[in-house]
Nanobody, 116 residues
Framework: QVQLVESGGDLVQAGGSLRLSCAAS????????MSWYRQAPGKQRELVAA???????NYADSVKGRFTISRDNAKNTVYLQMNSLKPEDTAVYYC??????????WGRGTQVTVSS
């Protein structure tokens, strides 16, 4: 009923930038929060950034000052602007949405690869 589709992942050189997008569609009444997670090979999935419908944000320490999460509530879309990318940012990035119904959904992920 609800689908999350990420886009924007790519291969980029260290120091470069990417902008990820995640659009939610389907039976959506209200999104409480949307988040970006990432998972690198051999590592656990970790929270990168989150934003509530009211605009409150939080970030992993490793990305503070480099990444910015934003959202367009009217479009049910969340963005992740990633600047000053490092090789350690290489991972599959997943979108996560928590709805006001307390139901949650995951996107399929988009690959971000940062070369040295």
């Amino acid at each position: 009923q609800v689908q999350l589709v990420e886009s924007g992942g790519d291969l980029v050189q260290a120091g470069g930038s990417l902008r990820l997008s995640c659009a939610a569609s389907g039976r959506i009444f209200s999104i409480t929060a949307m988040s970006w997670y990432r998972q690198a090979p051999g590592k656990q999935r970790e929270l990168v950034a989150a934003i509530t419908s009211g605009g409150s944000t939080n970030y992993a320490d490793s990305v503070k000052g480099r990444f910015t999460i934003s959202r367009d509530n009217a479009k049910n879309t969340v963005y992740l602007q990633m600047n000053s990318l490092k090789p350690e940012d290489t991972a599959v990035y997943y979108c996560y949405a928590l709805l006001s119904t307390s139901n949650s959904y995951w996107g399929r992920g988009t690959q971000v690869t940062v070369s040295s």
